[in-house]
C-alpha cells in the first residue's frame, strides 16, 4: 500500500511573502466591490494543490470562522471558487475555480455591463435635454459633454473587446491547472 501524497502545506507565518501577495491580491479585488478578505481566500486556494476547509482557511488567515463562512457563500455565488470532495473527516473543502475568466466574465456581465449601458442611455437622455434652456441657472457645457460621451464610447469598446477576448476558448485566463 502507497503512503498518502504529502503536499506542502501553505504557511503565511512562514512564508511572509505568500501572505503578502495574498494581501495584495485582496487589495486589487476590492476595486471590483469585492472585500479585501475575500481575495485573499481566493488567492489560497487558487495556489493549493490541496482543497481548504472553512477550518483551514480559518487558521490560514486568523480570521473568523464566520466570516470565513460569509465570504465562501459569495464566493461560491460569483463561482470563483467550487465545492470540493470532502475531507477524509467528512468537512467540505472548497477550490479555486481554475478557469478564471469565468467569473471575471460574470462580475462584468452581471455588473459592470449593466452599469455601463445605464450610464450610456442617461448620456443620450442628457444630451436631448441639455439643449433646453435651464431654469435652474445651471449651465451644462455641451462641448465637455460630448467629450463625456466620446470617452463613454471608448471605454464600452475597450468593455465590450475584454468580453469578446474572455468569451474565446483558449485565452489565457480560461486555462485549468491540469492545462498549465
Not at 133 to 144: F, H, I, M, R, V
Request: hydrophobic share 40%; charged share 20%; net charge positive.
Amino acid at each position: 500500500m502507497k503512503p498518502p501524497i504529502r503536499h506542502p502545506r501553505l504557511n503565511p507565518a512562514r512564508d511572509p511573502e505568500l501572505q503578502q501577495f495574498a494581501a495584495h491580491i485582496g487589495k486589487f479585488i476590492e476595486y471590483w466591490g469585492f472585500k479585501s478578505v475575500q481575495g485573499k481566500i481566493w488567492c489560497y486556494l487558487y495556489l493549493s494543490k490541496t482543497p481548504l476547509s472553512s477550518i483551514e482557511i480559518s487558521k490560514l488567515l486568523k480570521i473568523s470562522p464566520a466570516l470565513v463562512t460569509q465570504s465562501v457563500k459569495i464566493l461560491l455565488d460569483y463561482e470563483v471558487i467550487h465545492r470540493a470532495d470532502k475531507g477524509a473527516n467528512g468537512v467540505l473543502r472548497f477550490t479555486a475555480n481554475p478557469n478564471i475568466s469565468e467569473p471575471i466574465l460574470k462580475v462584468l456581465m452581471g455588473r459592470e455591463q449593466k452599469i455601463l449601458e445605464q450610464i450610456n442611455h442617461l448620456g443620450a437622455e442628457l444630451t436631448k435635454v441639455s439643449t433646453q434652456e435651464s431654469t435652474s441657472g445651471y449651465a451644462l457645457d455641451q462641448q465637455k459633454l460630448a467629450q463625456l460621451q466620446q470617452w463613454i464610447g471608448f471605454a464600452s469598446m475597450i468593455f465590450e473587446s475584454a468580453i469578446v477576448l474572455l468569451s474565446q476558448e483558449g485565452n489565457p485566463l480560461s486555462n485549468s491547472s491540469a492545462d498549465l
